[in-house]
């Protein structure tokens, strides 16, 4: 047995306050091109602000619906993408992240220069995007990733040995009859053998293929894997052993995990904490028993609901798709879907003219919305009668009664309707229990 697989070289043992990566702040916005010229007309909000801790030896589940930014933050994570803005540390000891906690709660514009300089420091060591040559080095072998497809993740040219054998090659650690040597060990590892060294990837089934990609991830014996929905192509008793595997060889060697999956039912078996994103944001973060047992956000129960294992739940049921992330909605971005939403869950313009649009004969006409901001708009027509017939769709009684009641004014002058809602800045994610956190603003008011 190499260094690298003695079980006792690391604690599999989850310290208290022992982090593998601490996230902070991280945004990743991706610019959207237009016109011949590509001018920036807007951009993706993939990422928009997410701070979280992985502690060393655990699974933190990521889990949110196809298009929340789970991938993009993974990327990030894994250092093949850079943030737009925050970051990601690794390795920080517990003293240094509580002073970096400390610093970064000053604004940027009130840091005095010497604060300027211990975060630079700080930088300089831990964060993954500002290390040098060296320490970026240390962290490429020590964080890996498996994406959900291992064939596109998978150079159909090369022989399993080659692919497995890779890192090592890259990092100078075998060559020759050695390398093969730790590839055939590698392989024994995550269930295959000496038998599939000169194989291609499409002589290989889903699962196999998934392995070997893991494989691959273990090769530089890292700390950390990035697994960004390794099982979501495969049938679900192929998933099952997959999943079996990645216990065991985090059992085996005391890896940590970022677990990413769209599916609660995946994430609960793997996770030690789940972090419940929606529309690039955390909503709900917790100890993976609490978010299953005491969800404290609309949008983890309505996943739950729509789990099939979780029969004796009141199914919520969660309608339409994530809205654009170039342009979320205001105050709680899951108002637009939330089934017991508030009036102060941020109603805005976009909602009032969505949904007075519903009635027969509301917008005809309707020239253009001339917005003060996202709360106060006037909306303008081509005649004075399809401006009253859209101020009339309007009319608190017509509204669901959330956002009745958020409507401040709807009035109409000639040709044109003037509308203003309640305006409501996006709720913080707060720590309602011992290490529970929820943006929703109704467990806001249970503390
Ligand atoms: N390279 C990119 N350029 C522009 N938009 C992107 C890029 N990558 C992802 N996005 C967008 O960012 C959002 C989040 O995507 P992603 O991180 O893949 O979500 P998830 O993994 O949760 O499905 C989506 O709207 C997606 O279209
Ligand atoms: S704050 Fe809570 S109640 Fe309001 S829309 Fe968001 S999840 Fe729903
Ligand atoms: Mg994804």
Known sequence: MTAATNPLDRPAALHAGDHVLNVRAVRKHFPIKDGVLQRVAGHVRAVDGVSFDVPRGSTVGLVGESGCGKSTLGRVIAGLLDPTDGGVFFGMPAAERARLDALLQVPPEARSEAQAAELGDIDQQFRIDRLDKHRRRHYRRNCQVVFQDAFASLNPRQLVRDIVGRPLKAFGEASGSALTERVVELLEQVGLGRQ??????????????????????????????????????????????????????????????????????????????????????????????????????????????????ETDREPIRLSGSVPDPARPPQGCRFHTRCPVA????????????????????????????????????????????????????????????????????????????????????????????????????????EL
């Open 196 to 309: 599939h060294l000169y194989r291609y990837p499409h002589q290989f089934s889903g699962g196999q293929r998934q392995r070997i990609s893991i494989a691959r991830a273990l090769a530089l014996d890292p700390e950390f894997m990035v697994l960004d929905e390794p099982t979501s192509s495969l049938d679900v008793s192929v998933q099952a052993q997959i999943l079996n595997l990645l216990h065991e060889l985090q059992r085996e060697r005391g890896l940590t995990y970022l677990f990413i999956s769209h599916d609660l039912n995946v994430v609960r078996h793997m996770s030690d904490e789940v972090v419940v994103m929606y529309l690039g944001r955390i909503a709900e973060s917790a100890r993976s028993t609490a978010i299953f047992e005491t969800p404290r956000h609309p949008y983890t129960e309505a996943l739950l609901a729509a789990n099939p294992d």
């Open 342 to 445: 508030t009036p102060r869950c941020g109603w805005e313009v976009d909602d009032l003219v969505r949904i007075a649009g519903e009635s027969e004969g509301a917008l005809d006409g309707l020239k253009g919305v001339e917005r003060r901001d996202p709360f106060d708009a006037k909306l303008v027509f081509d005649t004075s009668r399809q401006a009253t017939a859209t101020a009339r769709s309007m009319q608190r009684d017509r509204l669901p009664d959330a956002l009745a009641q958020a409507v401040r004014r709807v009035e109409r002058l000639d040709d044109t309707v003037a509308v203003s809602l309640q305006s409501v800045d996006e709720p913080p994610l707060v720590e309602v229990a011992p290490g529970h956190r929820t943006n929703c603003v109704l467990h806001h008011d």
